[in-house]
């Protein structure tokens, strides 16, 4: 098949092999209109015209991993920690539910400070008699913890595998186990989560064949959010690399993974709208994406949430209000979604 025929079988629903998918992130392929183009149609058709919105409350930089590429790692002995306490961060979320908005995303490095039993408290509070979502973003831990938190009202949870390739995995994450990842995965799923993974583009040692295995995972395991950026260099940690050189990759990683994967949630990550906020938005709402994620992180902490080099500048330009928000929507011919904005691939939720 030429790479025609491969969009227009996968606009029509087949499972693409990995060598299809290969061939349509080859630098040699030269129509990235047609699948730009397919992308949007598909993702009007599976999910819509609404944009959803999910707040994230980045309440710790305290990790106790040391993945090569992040500026969080535990040996960054240049990062200033900061912790918000428990009650802070309920204080946080129910101000965030106040101004409207109906996801709250739990982010931070995995801090073993806040306990299981902390966490699920945080939660419980956080639901009380309050229609909002709960997401977690709080990396591994037992299978029994993602339980308690489940039961306490947690709705989503968010686990990037960033590599497929397992070579590549245990060289960037030397206290991290791969199997283990995916056990978690897996356990998110088993325990009733809807559940986001991802991956970093560009990172070096990456192979198309690897992207292609990413993709395949995303449609196989049923993912039902997938959060994409290009990997940013950051002169505070071990890695060597500098990246990629624009982001045509990443729109077209994007994209593809609409074409495949379908009914997903796709946000359009603040890694890829670093150069550019406003046209890296509206370049990756058109090509698939269909959430943004706003920084609801109290000020005094941006900066020191410091996983790549200018985040906290993007972060400020993205405290946008929902208004700016509903702009930006209704120059796309989009809109902004109402409620919780669940996934598409349960039933009866939509
Ligand atoms: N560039 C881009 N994204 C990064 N992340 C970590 N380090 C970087 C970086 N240098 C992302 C990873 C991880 C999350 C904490 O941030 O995807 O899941
Ligand atoms: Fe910690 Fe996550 Fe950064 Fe790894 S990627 S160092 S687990 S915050």
Redesign the pocket.
Known sequence: MNSHQIIEALANGERPSRSEIVDLLHPGFDDEEALFTAADETRRRYVGDAIHLRAIIEFSNYCERN?V????RRDNKTLCRYRMSPDKIVERAVDVYEMGYRTVVL?S?EDSYYTSEIVAEVISEIKRGREIAVTL?LGERPRKTYRLWGDAGADRY???H?TSDEVLYAKLHPDLDYRERFRCLRDLKESGYEVGS???AGLPGQTLESYADDILFFAEAEIDMI?M??????SA?P?IGS?LNNLDFVYRLIALTRLVTKDTHIPA?T?LTIKDLEQGRMKVLSVGANVIMPNLTPDKYRADYA??PDKATAAEVIADSRESLAELAASLGRYIGEGVGGSRKKAGVG
């Open positions: 993945c590429y992040c500026g969080l982010q490095g973003s968010l686990l990037k960033e991802g991956i970093m959060g950026g290009p990997f940013i260099y950051n940690t890695i990246g990550t890694a996983i790549y």
